[in-house]
């Protein structure tokens, strides 16, 4: 046997024939970092450091492997006592790798451009981001964050370790650290932030000195221990997941901060673990170390190929292709859709690194391989946000109505499907991977910040009808004590927000894709302009997309250059409008790039106007009684219902989605009104609690409470040459009104379907307390009688937090009690305003109000619902929309 045949097997293992179920992680709950983190954190652990080696794990011939042999086999047969890396690079060579080293990809491929010549606005929904990562990134303490690696190393500890998984104890203790090298650098390429500059360099020069320490090129948080036990097939928590991130990390500074000592530790790193992977095949065989990449590695294929760009040492290129999980990428080579079962963020990073070998090499199998997992996860594993995966795993192909819950979307995965699509788009140029970037960086990245709430994110993001980001199993996490995988890959989405918007095309004419319309500026080093993206912000009640592209030159250095502007597939040619300096431009049919190529001259101005249409999307599911559930997406962005009950929609007769779905017009928004008042020391808001009308303690922004207590003013015209005179509708409940049932008895929510009722009526009024800016409610049938909150001590007492319609009586009230408890403080625009994108839906029993998902914190939301016309679901045959009832897009 001959190292030429060991390479040679190993293609067999990318071409051949081969089972995926026999290719994953066995015991497959173990796969899940949840399920890991459990266990790590109970006292008795279900699970023991006991051999795997029960579980055969490679979709292999036996006989073949068997004829692999142990090392005395290996050494007798090859003839040496020292496993030779450049042998083996040469056999490579020998079975074709000469024409795939040399191979170049095509010239039509598109270039990176540099996050040091991309700038986000500060005042854009993505420039608030990064800037709300950036204060998270600058929170985070350097000895905290090396702490268990000094340890490690034997060095000095000051300071407390963080907690949640970079917990000593941990067995994943170290791969947040490598997340934050990562991010770190993008985030000071995106921005140059100079304290950032040097907490990153601070974490470099520990880093360094463990290393140096430890003498042999080993950097991390855990004992070599970790991986005796991953080579020996025994239970641990994926360390070379934890090493690929250091290493990227490191790679990452090396690349985007230009740290010479960070290179040297990656390399180093490289050379101790490439003789990890030698040993083992020569004590064992190359079957123990397929069988050891069963466990979790992340992408240690994808940052080994990374190197081998920048050091063109063959090893690592070797070494990088002993980490492509053969049993797997040779079930997407050829083409076998077996994705059920699988952990899902075990196996993206996988493809990433093949796809980064195609990068490397021109090998267009490795593109293939990309190509087709994309196809698959895309048409039969994703949510509408394009995110996939159910409790970190692929469940069933076209069954995701079954999957509906709090544990879907691990956001991990997509940050990795987003690196897929962006090198299929690179390569090929195709809408298609354009699209989903866009749809999955807006629902499924964007989703995961709380706000501006500095290192707060989430783990899943659920797609369950009446769920919460809050109220999934992990919830927010905290910015010191959760540190989860989803942590780590957060911190670098938001730090590189800006390199996928421009991609170059090196040409002797210089070309420029803008693939994403955010507002932003980008230095074009090779056309020798500026450009300056301006795109404004979206709303409903002007359903276009409006963007402005103006462009500044140096005329020595200018030349012939071609813009491309995307025309996205989700809008249409109806209304859309483009422009060079107010003279128009013919457009392409959606899907397309429009091309403008000229000498661009300063105050150059390109303009695009896009319609926002709102369309349906079905779940992926083939089943025919689930053909009425059916996503709801305005243009790009994913749109969820504030409710937590009714999942019907009712369409009526109409044929046309404008008719039962409409925008929340601009005016809406002056006329939110909150109403408070200061019992006990404390503030008290006038709230919808399930029909009834309460007090409750002020809630915090961004919760269901708060919607609850937001209302709007609604004029009645009938009342409108008296326009003291309202009613209130309850923020979420479009088409309601308060109404009261008589003195003496508690307020209620009914609905306004029909002409509202006398009861629904109230007369604003100066404060009965005589407070300035106070405002009381006067019934306007019941005159005298006032809506009444728990304000006085006798309120208070009586009837706890009901709000009720007072009529009063001197034999009967405390006076002074009664008119503090009919005063209230007005709050304009309410404890919850309106989303610029904002729509009432009409549901079977009330209407709904429908927000883009990434604007929600903590509130109930529903993204997937029954569409029903005339009470019959909307299917076809095929389970799907039919055009001819509703505009769908079920691509």
């Not at 990374?306 to 999980?325: E, G, I, Q």
């Not at 709090?406 to 299929?424: D, G, H, Q």
């Not at 999307?617 to 969820?640: C, K, M, T, W």
């Not at 925008?663 to 404390?682: D, F, H, M, R, W």
């Amino acid at each position: 046997m001959t190292l030429q045949l060991i390479c040679c097997f190993l293609v067999f293992l990318l071409y051949g024939n081969v089972s995926g179920k026999e290719c994953t992680n066995i015991p497959n709950e173990l796969s899940s970092h949840t399920v890991r983190a459990q266990l790590m954190s109970t006292e008795k652990q279900s699970w023991n450091p006991h051999p795997l080696s029960d579980y055969h794990l490679n979709p292999t011939d036996e006989s073949a492997w068997m004829e692999l042999g142990r090392r005395e086999a290996l050494n007798k047969e090859v003839g040496i006592e020292e496993f030779d890396w450049l042998m083996l690079y040469r056999s490579m060579k020998g079975f074709g790798g000469v024409e795939v080293i040399t191979r170049q990809r095509g010239e039509d491929s598109l270039s990176e451009v540099s996050l040091h010549d991309v700038r986000l606005d500060p005042d854009s929904m993505y420039g608030r981001a990064q800037q709300t990562n950036l204060e998270y990134l600058l929170l985070l303490d350097v000895d905290r964050l090396v702490w268990s690696f000094r340890k490690q190393a034997g060095l000095s500890v000051p300071g407390e370790p963080y907690g949640g998984w970079e917990r000593p104890d941990v067995e994943l203790r170290g791969h947040f650290v490598g997340h934050y090298m990562s991010a770190s650098g993008q985030m000071w390429a995106s921005t140059h932030n100079g304290t950032l500059y040097e907490k990153m360099s601070s974490v470099i020069d520990q880093l360094y000195e463990c290393q140096k320490k430890t003498g042999t090129g080993y950097l991390s948080a855990f004992p070599p221990e970790f991986f005796d036990r991953f080579e020996a097939i025994k239970s641990v928590w994926a360390p070379y997941y934890t090493i690929h991130k250091i290493m990227a990390g490191l790679l990452d500074q090396h690349i985007l901060a230009g740290s010479v000592k960070a290179l040297q530790m990656v390399v180093w790193m490289a050379d101790y673990f490439g003789n990890r992977v030698k040993n083992v095949i020569q004590n064992y065989s190359i079957e123990r170390h397929w069988s050891s990449l069963n466990e979790e590695t992340g992408g240690m294929n994808d940052v080994l190929y990374r190197l081998y760009s920048v050091t063109k040492d063959p090893k690592h290129l070797v070494l990088a292709h002993l980490f492509d999980k053969p049993c797997f990428l040779g079930l997407l080579a050829v083409q076998a859709d077996s994705l059920s079962g699988f952990h899902s963020n075990t196996h993206i990073p996988v493809v990433v690194g093949a796809q980064m070998r195609y990068e490397i090499t021109g090998d267009p199998l490795y593109k293939d391989i990309g190509a087709f997992f994309m196809d698959v996860v895309n048409s039969s594993h994703s949510y509408a946000t394009g995110g996939t995966s159910v409790s970190e795993f692929w469940s069933d192909p076209k069954r995701l109505a079954d999957s509906l819950g709090t544990e879907n979307e691990e956001s991990c995965t997509t940050y990795n499907m987003l690196k897929v699509s962006r090198n299929l788009f690179r390569w090929t140029k195709e809408m298609a991977y354009a699209d989903y970037y866009e749809r999955a960086i807006l629902n499924g990245v964007l989703s995961i910040q709380r706000g501006k709430e500095p290192g707060v994110m989430i783990y899943m993001l659920p797609m369950g009808r009446g769920h919460s980001k809050a109220r999934s199993y992990h919830g927010w996490g905290t910015k010191f004590d959760s540190f989860w995988c989803c942590y780590g890959t957060g911190i670098e989405s938001f730090s590189k927000l800006g390199d996928s918007i421009y991609f170059e095309e090196k040409r002797t004419t210089p070309s420029l894709y803008v693939l994403q319309y955010v507002s932003s500026s980008f230095i074009w080093r090779s056309a020798g302009i500026e450009l300056k993206q301006k795109t404004k912000p979206v709303n409903s009640f002007d359903p276009y997309l409006h963007v402005s592209i103006t462009i500044s030159t140096n005329e020595s250095s200018s030349q012939i250059s071609t813009l491309n502007l995307r025309i996205p597939s989700w809008t249409s040619l109806d209304g859309a409008k483009a422009t060079l300096n107010d003279n128009i431009l013919q457009l392409p049919s959606p899907g397309n790039f429009i091309s403008v190529t000229r000498n661009w001259m300063s105050n150059d101005i390109v303009t695009v106007t896009l319609p926002l249409r709102l369309r349906m999307e079905s779940i992926q599911d083939d089943r025919p009684e689930y053909g009425s559930i059916q996503a709801i997406l305005f243009g790009p962005y994913l749109l969820a219902g504030l409710t937590t009950g009714d999942w019907d929609i009712n369409t009526g007769n109409s044929s046309s989605i404008s008719d039962w779905i409409t925008a929340v017009p601009a005016s809406y928004s002056g006329q939110l009104i909150s109403l408070t008042q200061e019992i006990n020391g404390k503030t008290h808001v006038f709230s919808n609690s399930n029909g009834s009308l309460t007090m409750e303690e002020l809630p915090i922004e961004g919760t269901n409470a708060a919607i609850h207590g937001t209302f709007r003013f609604v004029f009645p015209e009938k009342a409108a040459a008296v326009q003291s005179y309202v009613m209130l509708e309850p923020f979420d409940l479009p088409g309601m009104v308060v109404v009261h049932r008589g003195p003496n008895n508690g307020l209620a929510v009914s609905s306004s379907s029909t002409a509202p009722g006398a009861d629904a009526m109230f007369n604003i009024v100066q404060g009965l307390d005589g407070e300035h800016e106070m405002v009381s409610l006067e019934s306007s049938t019941q005159r005298g009688c006032f809506v009444c909150g728990i304000g006085g001590s006798y309120f208070s007492a009586a009837r706890n937090k009901t709000v009720q319609l007072i009529c009063p009586s001197d034999s009967e009230l405390d006076m002074m009690s009664f008119r503090r408890a009919v005063s209230f403080t007005p709050v304009a625009r309410g404890l919850r305003q309106y989303h610029p994108i904002s729509f009432v839906a009409k549901g079977v029993s009330q209407n709904f109000l429908l927000e883009p998902l990434l604007s929600l914190r903590d509130e109930t939301y529903t993204v997937y619902f029954d569409i029903h016309q005339q009470g019959n679901p909307v299917i076809d045959n095929f389970g799907r929309a039919t055009s001819t009832q509703i505009e769908s897009d079920t691509s």
